[in-house]
Structures are given as structure tokens and as C-alpha cells.
């Protein structure tokens, strides 16, 4: 069965400054995809970014920048120049194909600091 | 295009009462998914439909569990029996399916069983 771990219950970063939200995953599959949901409080879950496992660049969001490592099975998650409305818990998910379900990690609070 | 809309947006019963969500999705999205969320958890799958097929249910979903999608339009889920391990968000979630692997999710309903 595939599995994805996320290993920080909680993280802070300085408004303005970098911080990086780790994700790993098992899986026997090839052809799988990898996606960052974002869940603010009390509001929807959003997409914040996803990875196709085929393709070697990793993916590029605005401030939201993956960095997958297919052979370690990683995917992190870096956001640049953090904003106040980057609060939220942030998903890691994985699915096979693309369109099927959504198989999430426990999820990583993240807090702002002003 | 008003999102993925669910109701009610909370729920408060008695164990042992059947309770019955709605999801409508996005017009024209044929995947449509369930799934439930307890406190400092991921999102756990239930099951999904495409138009009004459903192609795959979750272990999760027990005999008490049973969902619908008629006429591949909006979809229910109803619980038989109500016990206080199914306290959860309920979230649904659709999909266009070609072309756009992301998932919109819905704001989901708080059971509470008491």
C-alpha cells in the first residue's frame, strides 16, 4: 500500500523568510503523481502544487517550489518570501495516475511570524 | 462556477440516528470524491464516482456506509447506525477529470455523534 510520511507536526518561519515543509512517500508505482494541498483554518483545501513522476524539473508555483527526489522518494515543499496568508496545514499527497484518490500525509502546521 | 458546495455544514445526532450529507460539485466535473478527516489527520479516502459509476470504495467504508451519485450530478452519503468513531469532517470533492489532475474540495461537514 502506498504510504506518504510527513515528519514536522508544526513549523514557523519569519514573514518574508524561506522555509521548507518535508514529505516522503512508498509506492511500487511508476506513473504516480505528487501534489501539495494547502487547508487554512476553517476554509477550504486548495492545491498548492503537484508533480508528475516522470518529469525530472521540478515543479515552479510563483513563491511555491517543489524539490522531488524520485530515487529517496522525497518531496518538499519550499515557499519563498513567506506571507501571513501561507498560515495553514499543509498536505502532502500522493495518487496514482493522476485522477484517481488521494492518499495524504498527517499534515505540517505551519505559522507565520510577524 | 460557485465550487463544490456541501450540506450541512454541521451535524449533531445521537448515536444509533442515520444522518445523510449532500455534495454538489463543480458543473460538469464527472469525478467526484469522498473522503473523511478526524482532528490531526490527513484527509483518509472513502470512495469516488465518475459520472454516476462508483469505481472504487475504501476498506473504511463499512456496511453502514453507502453513497450515491444519481444521474451523475450531485452525490450523498449516508451513514446507518451512527457511532461516535464516525465524528469527522466529511469532505467532498470533484474533479473535470481530462486534462486537470486537481481535486476542488468542498468545505466539508463536521459530524458529531454524542
Known amino acids: 500500500a502506498q504510504t506518504v510520511t510527513q515528519s514536522q507536526p508544526e513549523m514557523s518561519v519569519q514573514e518574508a523568510e524561506t522555509v521548507t515543509l518535508s514529505c516522503t512517500y512508498d509506492t511500487s508505482e511508476s506513473d504516480y503523481y505528487l501534489f501539495w494541498y494547502k487547508q487554512p483554518p476553517s476554509r477550504q483545501m486548495i492545491l498548492v502544487i503537484r508533480q508528475e513522476a516522470y518529469k525530472q524539473q521540478n515543479a515552479t508555483e510563483n513563491r511555491f517550489s517543489v524539490n522531488f527526489q524520485k530515487a529517496a522518494k522525497s518531496f518538499s515543499l519550499k515557499i519563498s518570501d513567506s506571507q501571513l496568508g501561507d498560515a495553514a496545514m499543509y498536505f502532502c499527497a500522493y495518487s496514482i495516475g493522476g485522477f484517481e484518490k488521494l492518499t495524504f500525509g498527517t499534515g505540517t502546521r505551519l505559522t507565520i511570524i510577524p | 462556477d460557485t465550487g463544490v458546495s456541501q450540506d450541512p455544514r454541521h451535524k449533531i445526532t445521537k448515536r444509533g440516528q442515520n444522518v445523510t450529507f449532500r455534495c454538489d460539485p463543480i458543473?460538469?466535473?464527472?469525478?467526484l470524491y469522498w473522503y473523511r478527516q478526524t482532528l490531526g489527520q490527513g484527509p483518509e479516502f472513502l470512495t469516488y464516482f465518475q459520472n454516476e459509476a462508483q469505481l472504487e470504495k475504501s476498506r473504511l467504508l463499512s456496511d453502514r456506509f453507502s453513497a450515491e451519485r444519481p444521474k451523475g450530478s450531485f452525490s450523498t452519503l449516508e451513514i446507518q447506525r451512527t457511532e461516535q468513531g464516525d465524528s469527522a469532517m466529511y469532505l467532498c470533492?470533484?474533479?473535470?477529470?481530462?486534462?486537470?489532475?486537481?481535486?476542488?474540495f468542498g468545505p466539508g461537514t463536521r459530524l458529531t455523534v454524542t
Open positions: 470533492a470533484s474533479s473535470p477529470g481530462q486534462l486537470s489532475y486537481e481535486q476542488y
Open positions: 458543473s460538469e466535473h464527472n469525478r
